[in-house]
């Protein structure tokens, strides 16, 4: 059941945005990848890493405010060599990182072929290191960041640096940028 009804949101995301111009669509389906780019504490044990996401998003025509739903996968090398407090020096495992987040999206409505926004929102982060006998992690987390949609005739592509941060048990976080580039439909 739940499958019908993702297929047929995005079957309406699609056909709903289809006869409007890339720049004011109501619905659009989008692709993007970039690097992953960790900070803090994360930063210490984790090396850039990539990312590839599924968006399907909708702006309507004359008003700022938009709306993006969004399927991140993220890959992260642990770094090698590491002092951890209490654990001494140790090779840290790769971390692979799902996330599925709800954003807003301001932009300022205009024909202007390149526009830039503003973004930010909350979703469920989902992190598991490459151990065995390990189970993965569900926790909250937020984004916020920038970017710049440039429509092109039938699609438009963006560019955006976004700050992620994923709140974990006992105080630990997550923190990381990803610089995204991608094609919205």
């Known amino acids: 059941m739940r499958i019908r009804i993702v297929t047929a949101a995005a079957a309406f ?36 890493g990539f990312h590839v996401s599924l968006l399907l998003g909708a702006q309507p025509p004359l008003l700022p405010i938009g709306f993006r739903v969004e399927g991140s996968y993220h890959q992260f090398a642990g770094k090698e060599g590491v002092t951890i407090p209490g654990l001494g020096t140790t090779d840290v495992p790769d971390l692979r990182l799902l996330n599925l987040t709800g954003n ?61 941060r994923v709140s974990s048990g006992g105080g630990e976080s997550t923190a990381f940028i990803p610089v995204t580039f991608g094609l919205m439909f």
Do not use: M
Not at 20 to 40: R, V
Not at 144 to 157: D, I, R
């Open 104 to 164: 807003v999206i301001f932009q300022p409505s205009g024909i202007l072929p390149a526009r830039p926004y503003v973004i930010g929102g909350i979703g469920l982060y989902n992190t598991k290191f490459d151990v065995d006998n390990i189970d993965s992690d569900n926790d909250f987390g937020w984004n916020v960041g920038v970017g710049g949609k440039f429509s092109l005739t039938g699609f438009a592509a963006f560019a955006e640096v976004r700050y992620h």
């Open 13 to 48: 995301a699609l056909t709903a945005g289809a006869a409007l111009p890339a720049h004011a669509q109501l619905g659009a389906f989008g692709i993007a990848a970039g690097a992953s780019i960790p900070t803090g504490d994360f930063a210490d044990q984790s090396e850039t």
